[in-house]
């Protein structure tokens, strides 16, 4: 490829839309482009990135027997229905409708797709285990679609399902696909940390990990032990079965009688919270474990959110008693089940409109556990700043020290269990005729936002620095000038050996001063940059020079495709 003929457009200003530092590289280094808010064209070299990265993934879903499909975008209604999520999931899902007015949506996932097509496909247990992965575009509505590739609202993932005979089955399935994460992020370049994380949404019976990339633009508080491998995101270390007393003693948390709210002004006016806009947690004791309630309240968005420590994020548009009862299994006032075991204690006047829904949870009736350290006003996006673990804590493995850091979340693996195989009835037959539901696990890799952690790592005041397995091109070859034909044709015979070689290799062709050259290569961040000037190559010698470290050493023009080979 030649510079002169590429679609590179470079800008020297930082863009004013972006905050971090992976969203204004990319921007600045032609990789990217908005179309709208968390919807992106990726330009040549930006696509070459991803590619690279997909490459990796696949690669790593091929060895572990993946076998690669490509699921619909477009998915009805009907099977979001029959799973139980079409009224659930919320504004994050995109909705459209057919000429005939049938409901669909933009895949947000695909569980119930793939869940679908094995119980249409899958009969017998000695087609399983199987693993089936795709790499496609994700549509989901952020509520703030923002960081350019970080969170958007259209952007690549790679999911994989794995499907077992049982239990066991799926441990030998999650393993596999832990490690190949491992190895993923790694490949990657990047410093990573898998850490326990809550179940979240999506339900399910057992374990999860998140992978995340220690950053400090990340959106998620990691702690981690320095010592030993624990390391768990707050929300889920948050959950750690502790006693409410022994909680209640450090700091200023405190059992507190309260008044039964009914209203969203009640509920503000207890938790000394403006009523317009408010969230706040409570903690509190089930038999054997704490649960987190986060109460939130906005007038202007019409919802209450709910957080539950076991069940993870539920977002609840509140239209009517009806839908609370629904949705929670209980209706307003009375005390009932979520989907796992945690009771929540509903509390509504049938009377109010459908902002004035206050939820809360209490362990004892008419006690709340307040004050646990938290930030009194939230956005629901930085429901991660919420913490009862702090650095400085012990370990629970090794009882050192806690640390603290930034996280993003590249990837995470479910075990799902049975729910949607149940759901929608996807069984095979055990070895003694018996129907069983297939036990299920999913595991997806943020492909597009793997490319931006990768930059928000490395980079300095230049620009991006590529670890070589991800970037563009691996090197780029810089005749100083144009108009001196010995530069020019030693350029070209270059850039001819390291093709022949299978070197990926761009040729900064452009009639440009040298300067406006390596701006525009340190930029974009190629590993190595070879410069071809007439007074070296009077000696016979180019220049090189790595971009990470910036070491620089001449060599000698024939050794050169050797070397860099
Ligand atoms: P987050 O907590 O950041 O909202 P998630 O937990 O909702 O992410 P998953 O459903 O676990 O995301 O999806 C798998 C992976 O897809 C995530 O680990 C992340 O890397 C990526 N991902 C999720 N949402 C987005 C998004 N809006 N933009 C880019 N990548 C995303
Ligand atoms: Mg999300
Ligand atoms: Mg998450
Ligand atoms: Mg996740």
Redesign the pocket.
Known sequence: MRVSQLLNPTLREVPAEAEIISHQLMLRAGLIRKSAA?VYTYLPLGLRVLKKIEAIVRQEMDSKGGQEVLMPIMQPAELWQESGRWDVYGEEMFRLKDRHQREFCLGP?HEEIITDLIRGEIRSYKQLPILLYQIQN?Y?D?RR?RFG?????E?I?K?LYSFDRDEAGLDVSYQKMYDAYCRIFSRCGLAYRPVEADA?A?GGTGGTH??MVLADSG??SVVYCPDCNYAANVEKAECRPQPVEAKAEKGERQLVHTPKVKTIDEASDFLKIPATSFIKSLLYQGDDKLFLVLVRGDREANEIKINNALGGFISLQLASPETVKKLLGCAPGSVGPVEVPPSLLVIADQEVSLMEYAVCGANKDDYHLVGINLKTELRIDQIHDLRTIVPGEACPNCRASLKEARG?????V?KLGTKYSKALGATFLDENGVEKPCVMGCY???V???MASAIEQNYDESGIIWPIPIAPYHCILVPVSTKDTQVVEAAEKLYQELQSLGVEVILDDRDERAGVKFKDADLVGYPLRITIGSKTLANGQVELKERKGGDTRLVSLNDTAGQVK
Do not use: H
């Open positions: 968390g996932t994700k989901r952020e679609p590739l970080m969170r958007g609202r952007f993932m999911d979240g999506i998140e992978f959106e998620n993003i979340e590249v990837g995470q479910f997806g890799v943020g597009s936002r793997t």
